[in-house]
């Protein structure tokens, strides 16, 4: 079966840096894009970056762009977003993605962002 498992979240200070990684398992990992989104406290789960199979084509919400780096390792499975400069308002249960027709989710790994 699918399985997306997330590492790498916590605290951190403003300007900060966090990197989140997601191990994928149960299907052929280069064959689709991945993304990573995130879920802010009475907010709905945006969308924070994607990267194409071959990882040539990224994306990044206005909001990280500069700052986010989304990158992949087909020969390990693995997805990883770097965050640089983080916010307070980066604060969110960030979420890794994969969407076959059907959407998969990791497990959401709290970032909290404070000084």
């Known amino acids: 079966q699918v399985q997306l498992v997330e590492s790498g979240g916590g605290l951190v200070q403003p300007g900060g840096s966090l990197r989140r990684s997601c191990a994928a398992s149960?299907?052929?990992?280069?064959?689709?894009?991945m993304s990573w989104y995130r879920q802010a406290p009475g907010k709905e789960r945006e969308l924070v970056a994607g990267i194409s199979r071959a990882g040539h084509n990224l994306n990044y919400a206005d909001s990280v762009k500069g700052r986010f780096t989304i990158s992949r390792d087909n020969a390990k499975n693995t997805v990883y977003l770097q965050m640089n400069s983080l916010k307070p308002e980066d604060t969110a249960v960030y979420y890794c993605?994969?969407?076959?027709?059907?959407?998969?989710w990791g497990q959401g790994t709290q970032v909290t962002v404070s000084s």
């Open positions: 149960g299907f052929t990992f280069r064959s689709y894009a």
């Open positions: 993605n994969v969407n076959m027709g059907v959407r998969y």
